[in-house]
């Protein structure tokens, strides 16, 4: 498909698990951002990757988060030893510079 | 640091009526966009405003541009159910690629 695409759409994990977010984005886009949705909440910034830039990381909450992009293409976002209070739905959105963003359908992370 | 507040955050009304969303930052910027999201879903733009006095409109919803002021309108005439949903404004951090996201505003509009 031609849109943002995120995997998986529902993650189920176990406190203290690591878990793994992907998120493919619109081929040609050179920014890519990853957000934080919590329940009935407005977006919180992450970490956005720009072509060969180094990532603004100034949004992750805990060094537990994590978060690369490979080949400026596909991006992981990593969550180690996961809390409860990392439940939330996770959105990865990217743009051709400074453009609009387009979001992917986001993941929804449940940590028991 | 710009921050971006938006109101109402909470807004029930009729079909039929009309009415305004704000969207208030802070500090200079050269882009707002509005977004909506339906219950469940992902983010979808709606608008890109880029400069001063900028208007656009799609359907039953207008927005508005006013650098000045740094305020934003979202307009809704004769509202209709269908536009129920979450509206978000952004604004665009000057020589950067991060958005500066508004609360949200959650409509509801009742038969």
């Known amino acids: 498909g031609a849109g943002v695409s995120q995997s998986p759409s529902n993650k189920v994990t176990e406190k203290g698990k690591d878990v793994e977010l992907r998120c493919d984005p619109i081929s040609g886009h050179t920014a890519l951002y990853w957000y934080r949705q919590s329940l009935g909440q407005g977006l919180e910034f992450l970490i956005y990757f720009q072509g060969n830039s180094a990532p603004d990381k100034s949004g992750l909450p805990s060094d537990r988060f994590s978060a690369e992009r490979t080949g400026g293409s596909v991006s992981t976002l990593t969550i180690q030893r996961t809390q409860q209070e990392d439940s939330a739905v996770y959105l990865c959105?990217?743009?051709?510079?400074?453009?609009?963003?387009?979001f992917g359908p986001g993941t929804r992370l449940t940590v028991l | 640091e710009l921050k971006v507040e938006q109101n109402p955050l909470f807004l029930s009304m009729q079909e039929g009526k009309n009415y305004t969303i704000y969207c208030n930052y802070s500090t200079t910027s050269d882009r707002l966009y509005w977004y909506r999201q339906d219950p469940g879903k992902s983010l979808e733009s709606l608008f890109v405003l880029l400069s001063n006095g900028a208007v656009k409109q799609e359907g039953r919803l207008m927005a508005s541009l006013d650098t000045k002021a740094r305020l934003s309108t979202l307009h809704i005439t004769a509202a209709v159910h269908d536009l129920s949903a979450t509206y978000f404004c952004?604004?665009?951090?000057?020589?950067?690629?991060?958005?500066?996201w508004g609360a949200g505003t959650k409509l509801i509009i009742k038969p």
């Open positions: 952004a604004v665009r951090m000057d020589s950067n690629y991060q958005l500066i």
């Open positions: 959105a990217s743009s051709v510079s400074y453009n609009e963003q387009f």
